[in-house]
T-cell receptor, first 112, second 113 residues
């Protein structure tokens, strides 16, 4: 069964450092998303991406965040200067339409 | 602003029991509703998607119903098994054309052998 693949599974980074989280969506999917889940809290929407541009973003997705689909297969989330409160599980998802989302297994980001 | 609430927050049942998980939402103008399963430290697995025009969906031992007018959905799990132990999340996109799913807090289910 097709999967959304996320790497790394766990990333530890120093506060203020840049971090890039990587995702390989399902190959025929057209819509891509990033969500995050701070420990013990709800899953929160960050951003959606379609046709090589951001289609929607939340108030969490400020100038420190950016997304890119550099080569037609990878979909990345970059955090420019990490803060302690960026520590969370980050989930990538993709869909063939804006209906059923297929999620990856997540990257646990720990900012120290 | 759409709010999604799930009760109970946690549930522990003996194997074999039928159980109901509840999801409520404040704005009935939803496009669809999706139920997910989350295993500890893992991603989210889509279980069932109910379109706003539907009243229920079934997959194996799972049945999800949707009552838009009352802002409620239920997930019914028949003959529960220890392998069903996980957190169950419901999520709604506020309106058609948005990708911004709003998630509930989840119900943490433990099925005892």
């Amino acid at each position: 069964e097709p999967e959304v693949t996320q790497t790394p599974s766990h990333q530890v980074t120093q506060m203020g450092q840049e971090v890039i989280l990587r995702c390989v969506p399902i190959s025929n999917h057209l819509y891509f998303y990033w969500y995050r889940q701070i420990l013990g809290q709800k899953v929160e929407f960050l951003v959606s991406f379609y046709n090589n541009e951001i289609s929607e973003k939340s108030e969490i997705f400020d100038d420190q965040f950016s997304v890119e689909r550099p080569d037609g297969s990878n979909f990345t989330l970059k955090i420019r200067s990490t803060k302690l409160e960026d520590s969370a599980m980050y989930f990538c998802a993709s869909s063939i339409s804006n209906a059923i989302l297929t999620f990856g297994s997540g990257t646990r980001l720990t900012v120290v | 602003k759409q709010e999604v609430t799930q009760i109970p927050a946690a549930l522990s049942v003996p194997e074999g029991e039928n159980l109901v998980l509840n999801c409520s939402f404040t704005d009935s103008a939803i496009y669809n509703l999706q139920w997910f399963r989350q295993d500890p430290g893992k991603g989210l697995t889509s279980l069932l998607l109910i379109q706003s025009s539907q009243r229920e969906q079934t997959s194996g031992r799972l049945n999800a119903s949707l009552d838009k007018s009352s802002g409620r959905s239920t997930l019914y799990i028949a003959a529960s098994q220890p392998g069903d132990s996980a957190t169950y999340l419901c999520a709604v996109p506020p309106t058609s054309g948005t990708y911004k799913y709003i998630f509930g807090t989840g119900t943490r289910l433990k099925v005892l052998a």
